[in-house]
């Protein structure tokens, strides 16, 4: 690992020589990292573009944050436990193992802490996952060929030597490969520390940023959720099982093999079987788009649907919201209500009255048997008393 601070960088047969401080500034007497701040760019980028582009893969942009946010954390802890557990040398204390701003992660840790993260917190949130993946996909793409150049300017991450023109060199190769030589010459792997190495940071960085630019071309021809995410793992897995194999830094091998190139290895023969028979199993049908719908006016889930490449507008998008407010609502209606039939003998104004609810119905009836009881009763006491004259007729008859 690079413990300088500041390194003159060249590249001899380009005739470029640069000076390079790994420190871009202080806050308080605290160092801020050109590393830190080129990773936090590209999780920035990653992140407007996965906004700008989250309707046309049916997600909630306020149900993704928490989940992009969340996955994002657990991608560093992966990438950094990754990087501990297979590093070549052990780290002399538990500070040293957490520090991040000497570098020192690897990103299929951190891919694969996305990956378990995100289907966990996809189920929390109710956000669709395999097109979270595809979205996820195009930013990590970003994210990485952004964030590789804080290996720049760490000077890590390079290749074995090289005489090609873009070759480079620093104080910082040279002193990390004469420390790793006798370790690489058992391996079969010979370096010079005077001579200019691969500049294997570059290579990918270049790499990410033309896949993702094919991708986002081919965005609007995929025929299934997920094949996104499919083809990313292809196109990053074939340049790392490249790339790996130049780089003097690789963590820990199995069976004389490096343990990222045999997960580049097998993570592409597994997706691009699987890609192949989706595409086979989809040929001849449209992707349909399905859009959960987040509203506090409705009561349960509901969605919209749309196919691809017909993804409705922002103003659109609100009407047909509100229609469904609207259907939900005079459906409710329509249910609570009973329906009235206008008897022959009822006034208009009686037809015009609004409908009351059970109990008042149940109130009124029993005012009325009530007012029909003490009108019984009142018959009922006439009826007495004019019986009482016609008595006394009779007997004084």
């Known amino acids: ?63 993704m944050i928490d989940v992009v946010m969340l996955a994002t ?25 957490v520090n991040l701003r000497d570098g020192g992660l690897a990103i299929y840790g951190g891919v694969l802490a996305a990956f378990i993260s995100g289907i966990l917190l996809c189920r929390w949130r109710r956000v669709p996952t395999l097109p979270m993946f595809d979205l996820a996909a195009m930013g990590f793409l970003i994210g990485q060929g952004i964030g590789r150049w804080g290996n720049f300017f760490n000077q890590e991450a ?18 990390y490969l004469a420390t790793v030589q006798a370790t690489l010459a058992a391996q079969g792997v010979t370096v010079d520390p005077s001579l200019p190495v691969h500049p294997t940071f570059l290579y990918e960085s270049l790499w990410c940023l033309l896949g993702f630019l094919i991708l ?48 580049a290895l097998v993570s592409v023969i597994v997706a691009g079987a699987v890609w192949l028979w989706q595409r086979k199993k989809c040929q001849g049908q449209s992707l349909m788009i399905t859009y959960p719908v987040v509203d506090k006016r409705l009561k349960g889930p509901a969605v919209l649907t749309w196919e691809l490449g017909k993804e409705p507008s922002e103003q659109e998008l609100k009407a047909q919201i509100e229609q469904l407010v609207e259907q939900q609502q005079s459906a409710e209606s329509s249910q609570e209500e009973p329906a009235q039939v206008p008897c022959a003998n009822t006034t208009k104004a009686q037809q015009r009255k ?11 009836r029993a005012s009325r048997q009530i007012e029909n009881i003490h009108a019984e009763a009142a018959r009922s006491v006439r009826s007495l008393e004019n019986e009482r004259p016609s008595r006394r007729k009779i007997r004084h008859g």
């Open 216 to 263: 986002f071309l081919y965005q609007r021809h995929r025929k299934f959720h997920g094949e996104i995410f499919l083809l990313y793992v292809i196109w990053y897995g074939m340049e790392r099982f490249v790339v790996e194999g130049l780089r003097t830094d690789s963590l820990e091998t199995v069976g004389g093999v490096r343990v990222s190139q045999l997960l």
């Open 354 to 364: 609004p409908h009351q609810s059970r109990s008042a119905v149940l109130e009124r």
């Open 73 to 97: 954390l657990c991608a560093i802890v992966g990438a950094r436990a990754y990087y501990v557990a297979f590093a070549p040398f052990e780290y002399e204390s538990l500070w040293d193992m």
């Open 158 to 175: 390079f290749g074995t030597n090289t005489t090609l023109p873009w070759g480079m060199y620093s104080e910082g190769t040279q002193n």
């Open 1 to 63: 690992m690079n413990e300088l601070v500041i390194n003159h960088v060249t590249f001899p047969g380009l005739g470029i020589s640069l000076t390079i401080n790994r420190v871009a500034f202080t806050v308080f007497g605290v160092p801020v990292y050109w590393y830190g701040i080129c990773i936090a760019l590209g999780l920035v980028l990653g992140l407007v573009f996965a906004f700008s582009k989250a309707r046309s893969y049916g997600i909630n942009s306020d149900r």
